[in-house]
């Protein structure tokens, strides 16, 4: 069956905390952090319409990135999370506007940023339906404290639960919904 790509960007009013999406529809939230002696910790973490994480993970990456080939990385680890998860209907969420900006304006130039935006393009076509949002950090909090987590290896992933150290965020977002 072919895929219909309905890759778009949304205009998002920049919330200012996490808000659930439309029904049937999954938010993948992402983020990065630079940490010292080049290490980039990326969490990701993807959630129901009615808040439930369906998944979450953070990955730890030896590299001296900028911080947009970073955070366009972590879109591009979402989206492969999402497409192993089944999530074919989704939005895609960043605190970084410059790249959902320049994900939304697909334009290609022969720099590391755009191979990498490049390959999120290309990793979004197998979506029925995917949107790109931007949100303000106090909206992305859970991915935020993904990317500052240290896991036991290189990459740990946890389907339908959060560590301990990041229940609370997945709490306060059901509160304030």
């Not at 778009?8 to 009013?13: D, F, R």
């Not at 970073?70 to 989704?90: P, Q």
């Not at 240290?150 to 304030?176: G, R």
Request: net charge neutral; proline share 5%; aromatic share 8%.
């Amino acid at each position: 069956m072919a895929r219909r790509n309905a890759a778009v960007a949304t205009s998002c009013s920049r919330p200012k905390r996490w808000l659930p999406p439309p029904c049937g529809t999954i938010k993948i939230n992402t983020d990065v952090s630079l940490l010292n002696d080049g290490w980039v910790g990326l969490g990701v973490v993807a959630r129901d319409d009615q808040g439930v994480v369906l998944f979450a993970a953070t990955r730890r990456i030896r590299a001296w990135w900028s911080i947009e080939v970073a955070e366009a990385k972590a879109i591009v680890w979402a989206i492969r999370l999402g497409l192993r998860y089944g999530c074919t209907n989704a939005i895609i969420e960043s605190d970084c506007q410059t790249i959902i900006s320049r994900l939304s304006k697909e334009a290609h130039y022969n720099t590391e940023l755009d191979l990498v935006l490049g390959d999120a393009m290309a990793q979004s076509t197998s979506f029925d339906r995917l949107q790109r949002s931007h949100v303000r950090r106090d909206g992305n909090t859970m991915a935020h404290n993904l990317a500052n987590f240290f896991p036991s290896d290189f990459e740990q992933i946890w389907e339908n639960h959060v560590p301990p150290n990041v229940t609370p965020y997945v709490i306060m977002d059901a509160l304030v919904n």
